[in-house]
């Protein structure tokens, strides 16, 4: 199995600018997480869904960002507009079931915005 | 206030020794406790899951303790190797009666094993 995939691994934006960020968890797993790790805040939970469902988003900072899951092999998660506060590394990841199963992650994606 | 807690930031230990890296939580009231390794530049990698009724669960050289009462995580690696050193989280979930469930990370600690 190729694990969780990431896309892009990196990617640098001016503020304002429209960012998408892409993930194709594990085949089979029925969860899937998006993460933002920072220096500051460490690493935290921003949404997930089981079966391609949105189950907890409050983790979602603010109505600029948004997640999506219209099938069960992909997700995005979309920052529109971006500020610089939202620089950090994203990361997505996948489980059987829920949280209560151990998760695998991507590789992350690492935004800057300038 | 809910808080996660992981005993110091970095921890330096000597080759073969054993670590112990603590894990205090601060009114959650977790069912499950997760381990993970994070290596610079990489997502987090599972290493073990203990649940609530579970003292204490073992692999290889890893072995956790969870201690509700105390609200507390032990994490130790015993014949310590300096392919141990990373950062080591520990996670507990939290149920939002309604609002489904969350999942929360610790801040971590970093972990250098000397030879």
């Known amino acids: 199995d190729a694990g969780v995939i990431q896309s892009p691994r990196h990617e640098v934006t001016e503020m304002g600018q429209e960012v998408t960020l892409r993930c194709k968890p594990i085949s089979g797993h029925n969860s899937l997480f998006w993460y933002r790790q920072t220096m500051m805040r460490g690493l935290e939970l921003l949404i997930y869904f089981n079966n391609n469902v949105p189950i907890d988003d409050s983790g979602m900072p603010e109505d600029r960002f948004s997640a999506k899951m219209p099938n069960a092999s992909f997700s995005t998660l979309k920052i529109q507009p971006s500020e610089p506060r939202d620089s950090a590394v994203y990361f997505c990841?996948?489980?059987?079931?829920?949280?209560?199963?151990?998760?695998?992650f991507g590789p992350g994606t690492r935004l800057t915005v300038t | 206030s809910q808080k996660i807690e992981q005993n110091s930031e970095a921890l330096n230990i000597q080759e073969g020794k054993t670590a112990t890296l603590t894990c205090n939580y601060t009114?959650?009231?977790?069912?499950?406790l997760q381990w993970y390794r994070q290596d610079p530049g990489r997502g987090p990698v599972f290493l073990l899951l203990?649940?609530?009724?579970?003292k204490e669960k073992r692999k290889e050289r890893l072995k956790v303790t969870f201690d509700t009462t105390l609200k507390q995580s032990l994490f130790h690696i015993t014949a310590s190797q300096p392919a141990d050193s990373a950062t080591y989280l520990c996670a507990l979930d939290e149920a939002r009666g309604n609002y489904g469930q969350n999942f929360v990370f610790g801040p971590g600690t970093r972990l250098s094993v000397l030879p």
């Open positions: 009114n959650y009231s977790p069912a499950y």
């Open positions: 203990i649940r609530e009724n579970e």
């Open positions: 990841a996948s489980s059987l079931v829920g949280v209560r199963y151990e998760q695998y």
